[in-house]
């Protein structure tokens, strides 16, 4: 065993009683005479232990203030409050604040062995529980996303048509375009769409952590490594691994999934035996990896690996058709949760939701439905439900003397808008609903100079 047990007691002859018993059976233990270095320990991130016996009664400070200080720390340690006589009602207290169980003082050994060892199964439960449902979660075949404009359209048809090769993709976009939901839809459209599809966000955990949880251990790897578990990558054996927010990965996890991905072979963590996998590899990014590389924070050789091909989704803003059809698809999937009618849009809500900027893209645009939905209680949704500042496209409407080739419109319109904003080109941008970058483009495109007359 190499569970680590914190003992927590001022009282000298309580501590060496614990720390005998629990070492004699092989657990290692940590002694803490007052609550102030325990504090100081926990706020230390690197140090580790699965469970604390924390004393109620203490001169310093009070055991439950003490356990409320550490569950804000360490929510996920393990407490288990010892209280003298006439304290039960702190003991209950001590429960309230997330404390597993108490001991009554005095206790037999017996006792405090049965509590121990429940209580650190019950934790592996728990572990083994949460690596389940994330699983589970990620198994449902997904919707298959709505679109109605081009960009869109040539984008999802790559996706699908790249889907039954082996190949690596590397998908990218601003946050909340569908990369996730792209990633599960080429999944689903390969001969692996039988085989696990798991995800694991690089982001999310630290990275001792992530490295147990995509390459597994060995029984007695680290503290608390009292079985052996499988990793992600080996769970994911014949079928797909989503790796998200992969510019998060640490250049030292960057090099042993490199090796997975050349070689097909991992070492779980604290074993010298590699073990063979066959995993399809899609990660995403919301980072400029060429960036990365160039600045040494990404290995260049990992780039090419995962980038055997590259998707970039458009944001919202750049494909402004999908508007009308996501807003309609996010409300109709509200209509049977509602105690009243389905909602409608207005035009004018429509217009303003087709103007929007919309930074957050696809998520942004689920959230403000909701949220009108909500708020709107029945009635239809109308401006002033918006979270945001509506742009007025104002006197950008067409006139008579509005030329009548789509090219020479467009022209217009730009030198417009840029002549409105004072060439204040972020402005203009999105007065016209469009994105810098293709602002830009298109002032190359029809040769616009600041003092070009509008409509020469
Ligand atoms: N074309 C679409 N049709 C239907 N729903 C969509 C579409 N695109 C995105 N969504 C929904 O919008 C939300 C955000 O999508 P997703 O999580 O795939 O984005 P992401 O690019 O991975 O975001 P992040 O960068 O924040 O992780 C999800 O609820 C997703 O189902
Ligand atoms: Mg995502």
Known sequence: MDEKILICDDEKGMRLYLSKILRNWSYQVDCFAEPDLLLRWAAESDNRADLLLLDIKMAQLDGIEVLRRIKRLRPDLAVVMMTGHGTIESAVEAMKLGAYDYLTKPFPQEKLLALVRHCLEARHLREENSLLKQEIKEQRTPAPPIFQSGRFSEVYQMAIDVADSDAAILIRGESGTGKELIASSIHYASPRADQ??????????????????????????????????????????????????????????????????????????????????????????????????????????????????????????????????????????????LPYPLPEIDADVMAALENHHWPGNVRELENVISRCVILSRGKPIS???????????????LDSDTPFSLREAERLQVSRALEQTGWNKSRAAKLLGTSRKTLDRKIKEYDLTQHAAIGS
């Open 196 to 337: 696990r599809f798991l995800t694991v966000n690089c982001a999310a955990l630290s990275e001792s952590l992530l490295e147990s949880q995509l390459f597994g251990h060995i029984k007695g790897a680290f503290t608390g490594a009292v079985q052996a578990q499988k990793g992600l990558l080996e769970e994911a054996n014949v079928g797909t691994l989503f790796l998200d927010e992969i510019g998060e990965l640490s250049l030292s996890l960057q090099a042993k999934l490199l090796r997975v991905l050349q070689f097909g072979e991992l070492l779980p963590v604290g074993s010298t035996k590699p073990r063979r996998v066959d995993v399809r590899f899609l990660s995403a990014t919301n980072k400029d990896l060429h960036q990365e590389v160039a600045q040494g924070q990404f290995r260049e050789d990992l780039f090419y690996r995962i980038n055997v091909i590259d998707i970039e989704l458009p944001p919202l803003r750049e494909r402004v058709e999908d508007i009308a059809p996501l807003s309609q698809h996010f409300l109709d999937r509200m209509a049977s949760k």
């Open 383 to 397: 401006l002033d439900l918006l979270p945001f500042k509506v742009d007025q496209p104002g006197s950008l409407s």
